[in-house]
């Protein structure tokens, strides 16, 4: 293949179909809105599944510096009552199949593959157009353009490549996230880095729920869940961190203190990060030399596979390209005819699991999340 492939977004999965393309041979060319690989923490921990990231970062040819990054102990699981009973502690015995690693870690191993120049820093997508015979042109934020001959949108939630695919935007999924961290843990809020352990902690009732785990540098990261309108939040003043603490505290009267310091102990102000989705099986119709992979594709709810989808995503995309070096649209067909299934089922399965196992409102989320962490975690690949 001659032709140039041009990816929209430097994320996991972007960065994975870019370092399978250079294995290849293919010519790539990333854009990225950020200015930098340092203009923002990339977020926290990931488990990186054995049956689908994983086998991306082989394709990457990156299994040894992956292994080199795996956080030891971090597979381990608590999950306790909100008034800090502890009903399920699952050590991390070494056989899991999803280690732990830090997700900026990890990017930047990909980054570090790269040639230099493969990704262009400061480069905004602002509306992509198609020029027909299957070759479209991105416009950025600051006018400058590109043409290509192969396009892929790699951009997230908010994609700015989708447009030319689907109609489809992403829809507020009742439930929002406020993210803390404390750092020192264990010398300056010992109660709580006790209730997380070594790995991950959750703690949850129907509507509220607190989810934790433990990063490199003894630090707690949590994310605090409510399910909530989006106006619900909109009357917290988040400009105003003390105020926003106090306020989603509130939500959290009764429950144990060692857990509640996960939201009132909070060494930074807490962010807000609502969470959307796009329907579930969100497919389209073959469109000539522009596809999706990630968030762009298949946005859901967090639940533990979106980061190992993306890679998978970008491992398969370009596996297919190079396999039909004379034929993009044979490419991207194999591919968006595996990935839309797969998506869809990974999206269902996580429903299922929220819901109960008969499809109804869970009423017991805790003990259906027991239920969950005690399953035979190959169930999900199947």
Do not use: C
């Not at 999924?173 to 352990?197: F, I, M, Q, W």
Request: negative net charge.
């Amino acid at each position: 293949m001659t032709t140039d492939v041009t990816i929209i977004g430097a994320g996991l999965g972007g960065l994975t179909l870019a370092r399978v393309l250079h294995l290849h041979g293919i010519p790539v060319t990333v854009y990225e809105a950020e200015a930098s690989p340092a203009a923002r923490s990339q977020g926290g921990m990931l488990d990186i599944h054995d049956y689908n990231g994983q086998p991306a970062l082989r394709a990457a040819d990156l299994t040894d510096e992956f292994r080199g990054l795996v956080l030891e102990g971090r597979q381990a699981m608590r999950i306790l009552d909100p008034d800090g009973t502890v009903l399920l502690d699952k050590a991390d015995d070494g056989t899991g199949g999803r280690p732990e690693v830090q997700r900026g870690e990890l990017r930047q191993i990909l980054l570090d593959s790269l040639p230099a120049g493969t990704v262009r820093w400061g480069h905004k997508a602002g509306g992509a157009r198609a020029l027909g015979g299957g070759r479209h042109e991105v416009t950025f934020a600051d006018g400058r353009t590109v043409v290509t001959d192969l396009l892929v949108g790699a951009d997230g939630a908010w994609s700015r490549v989708r447009p030319l695919l689907s109609a489809a935007t992403p829809e507020y999924t009742g439930k929002s996230l406020v993210e803390t961290y404390l750092y020192e843990a264990d010398t300056r809020h010992p109660a709580a880095a006790k209730a997380v352990g070594g790995g991950s902690m959750m703690a949850l009732t129907p509507d509220r729920e607190i989810f934790a785990h433990r990063e490199r540098g003894d630090t707690l990261h949590a994310y605090v869940g409510l399910a909530e309108p989006q106006e619900w939040f909109a009357a917290v003043d988040f400009t105003d961190g003390p105020a926003a603490t106090a306020r989603i505290a509130e939500e959290f009267a009764g429950w144990a203190p060692e857990l509640t310091a996960l939201i009132t102990d909070s060494d930074v102000d807490p962010v807000l990060r609502p969470l959307f989705a796009l329907p579930t099986g969100h497919r389209w119709d073959r469109v000539p030399g522009v596809t999706l992979l990630g968030d762009a594709a298949h946005l859901a709810a967090p639940n533990g596979e979106g980061a190992n989808l993306a890679m998978l995503d970008g491992a398969d995309l370009g596996t297919a390209l190079a396999a039909h070096p004379d034929d993009i649209e044979a490419a991207l067909d194999a591919y968006e005819q595996a990935m839309f299934p797969r998506s869809a089922k990974a999206a269902l399965f996580e429903r299922a699991e929220a819901q109960g196992i008969d499809g109804n409102s869970a009423k017991d989320p805790v003990h259906e999340m027991i239920a969950a962490f005690t399953r035979d975690g190959n169930e999900r690949s199947r």
